[in-house]
């Protein structure tokens, strides 16, 4: 592996439940790395087999961060509190701010027999944690690419050279990209000043040594050196590579709530408990 970046660990996914036992390989959020500031969850969901992820993710709640969820195979059927519901298809993406409260679900379906996608949880400040609740849906084709002769990015959020994503994150400036490299070639990238990262390798190996990057790896890294340069395997490689601003606040979690401190958390508990955890609701009347 040529790495020019200051690697702080390279850790393998650990495969968990979640949701009413749908199969995911999970790394950030996982005992090992609890948070990774501004990040707080990253699932991989990848699998051809329908029974792991059959039963999907049915209505539960979000309060203190947003999401970002990203399918390559299958699609995703979702609906919320706020009224919003639709099918997300391959290379499709949905930006969710949960902010002060949104109640949803998702439920996977495969195609050809693939079901593979992402959702990264990104952390809001303490400022923005009771903010209104945002959405945002996009097809395959609303994210640019950038191909070289060695590799080709799909640019997610935030901007790669002189591609600008859709989505842009003002509070913590996170960069998400799809990357795909061709055999044996280089992948660059500059991080931006004051940001710690991620690659997640999910096709492929990176590197062809002992020090190779196996797939379902997460490499972590704190820009120390702001320059990224791996080489991928033989048989080529694809990853996402991902940044933000670390927030640097207290980060006290509890399933599906992330706050500041516990009294948060146990207020937003009462809340949910009580029916006043939705703020802002879409009364859709639907057609008989």
């Not at 990203?70 to 930006?95: C, K, T, V």
């Not at 400022?127 to 060695?150: G, I, Q």
């Not at 820009?223 to 996402?240: E, K, N, Q, V, Y």
Request: net charge negative.
């Amino acid at each position: 592996m040529d790495a020019t970046v200051n690697v702080n660990r390279i850790m393998p996914a650990e495969v968990v439940p979640e949701g009413a036992g749908v199969t995911v390989y999970r790394t950030i959020g996982a005992p090992a790395l609890r948070n990774y500031d501004p990040f707080l969850l990253l699932d991989h969901i990848s699998s051809d087999k329908p029974d792991d992820y059959a039963a999907g993710f049915p209505s539960h709640p979000h309060r203190g961060f947003s999401t970002f969820t990203y399918m390559i195979d299958g699609y995703m059927q979702h609906e919320d509190s706020m009224g919003n519901h639709g099918n997300m298809e391959p290379g499709s993406a949905q930006w969710m701010k949960a902010g002060s409260g949104i109640v949803h679900s998702e439920m996977p379906k495969q195609e050809n027999g693939l079901m593979r996608g992402f959702q990264l949880w990104i952390n809001l400040p303490a400022a923005h944690k009771m903010d209104h609740p945002e959405y945002r849906e996009f097809s395959s084709d609303a994210f640019p690419l950038v191909k070289t002769p060695d590799y080709l990015v799909k640019v997610l959020i935030g901007s790669f050279g002189s591609a600008n994503a859709p989505i842009a994150d003002d509070l913590t400036g996170v960069i998400y990209l799809d990357v795909t490299v061709n055999p044996g070639k280089h992948f660059y990238h500059k991080l931006p000043d004051g940001c710690r990262g991620f690659i997640y390798v999910f096709e492929g190996v990176v590197g062809s040594n002992a020090e190779s990057i196996p797939v379902h790896s997460l490499v972590i890294f704190d820009g120390a050196s702001h320059i990224l340069d791996f080489t991928a395997g033989p048989d080529g490689a694809r990853m996402i590579v991902a940044s933000g601003k670390p927030i640097e606040e207290p980060i006290v979690r509890h399933g599906p709530f992330v706050m500041n401190t516990r009294e948060q958390i146990d207020q937003a508990v009462r809340d949910y408990q009580s029916n006043e955890f939705v703020r802002n609701r879409a009364w859709v009347k639907r057609d008989q």
